[in-house]
């Protein structure tokens, strides 16, 4: 049974499209006082605008005034620490390097996570106009619509499958199916659950991947964490946001008849050093 009140579910969809409507009005008109440019956890350059700490802001003081006993974890702002039962992880912008470019692949991922496990999550993608949720036990739905990923039994030259941005800098992909790189892990997560991509290969952290992760499993998909995500806990990330744990590789396949990609990613044999800052 969920741990998620059904009334929980329209108040944080009405704030996250409220959350969206404010990027829309700014995204294509961005000012390059805006952007900025940090180290993400693995060492790389990560850009970052005012707006990502705007909308967490933004949410981050909802969630508060709504479950005032929660704890909260953002990419941005770090960890409120509160009751550690209750955790809410927050994503406010990610793929921000296509918001910054005017690509429409990005948007807010939002998750619940009680007892160890995640029991909620929503997805919502502005530019696109699509707006995801999973409820544990409840299903995953898109726009209204419920998700059920395709019996799919075999890789072939017309199957599509997502890697995250820099998988070609540590993997190559030993398969004759077609290969998207959108630049955003929602979209790889969401768009594997709606049957888009047959497979995925997604590195995140703990709040880029934890919504995903739920409305994959509530849509049928077959779903390798490592490390699991279930033996993770958003109570030991630090107060400054730095985690404690590794970044998160999440593969998804549709079904369980379908091989994992895990037997079909090799290891590149000269990883390049980290690139120097700029938009990919």
């Known amino acids: ?11 944080l969809e009405a704030e996250m499209r409220r959350a969206g409507a404010t990027l829309l009005a700014v995204h294509d008109k961005l000012d390059a006082a805006d952007v900025h440019w940090k180290q993400d956890t693995s ?7 005012r707006w990502d700490l705007e ?16 704890s909260f974890l953002g990419e941005e702002t770090g960890n409120d620490r509160r009751d550690p039962a209750h955790y809410w992880l927050l994503d406010p912008i990610d793929g921000t390097s296509n918001f910054v470019d005017g690509i429409p692949y990005w948007g807010t991922s939002l998750a619940y996570w009680h007892a160890g496990r995640i029991e909620l999550g929503l997805v919502h993608f502005p530019v696109l106009g699509h707006m995801f949720v999973a409820v544990r036990g409840g299903g995953a739905w ?25 998988s070609h800098l540590r993997h190559t992909l030993h398969l004759r199916s ?8 929602i979209a790889n997560l969401c768009f594997t659950a709606t049957g888009v991509f047959v497979a995925s290969c997604t590195r995140g952290m703990l709040w880029d991947v934890a919504a995903g992760d739920l409305l994959l499993r509530e849509a049928g998909a077959a779903v390798e964490s490592t490390p699991e995500i279930a033996g993770l806990d958003p109570a030991r990330s630090a107060l400054d ?21 895990a037997g079909f990613l090799r290891p590149a044999a000269n990883p390049p050093a980290a690139a120097a800052p700029g938009h990919s």
């Open 1 to 11: 049974m969920s741990a998620v009140p059904r009334d929980w579910v329209p108040g």
């Open 43 to 49: 060492g790389e350059p990560s850009v970052v605008t």
């Open 55 to 70: 909308i967490e802001s933004q949410l981050r003081d909802y969630l508060g005034r709504e479950f005032p006993a929660h």
């Open 142 to 166: 898109a726009d209204g619509q419920r998700l059920c990923t395709p019996p799919v039994r075999q890789y072939t030259a017309r199957s599509c499958i997502a890697l995250d941005s820099r």
């Open 178 to 185: 077609r290969v998207r790189i959108l630049g955003s892990a």
């Open 241 to 261: 946001g730095a985690p404690s744990e590794p970044r998160i590789t999440l593969l998804a396949r549709a079904s369980s008849e379908l091989p994992s990609l």
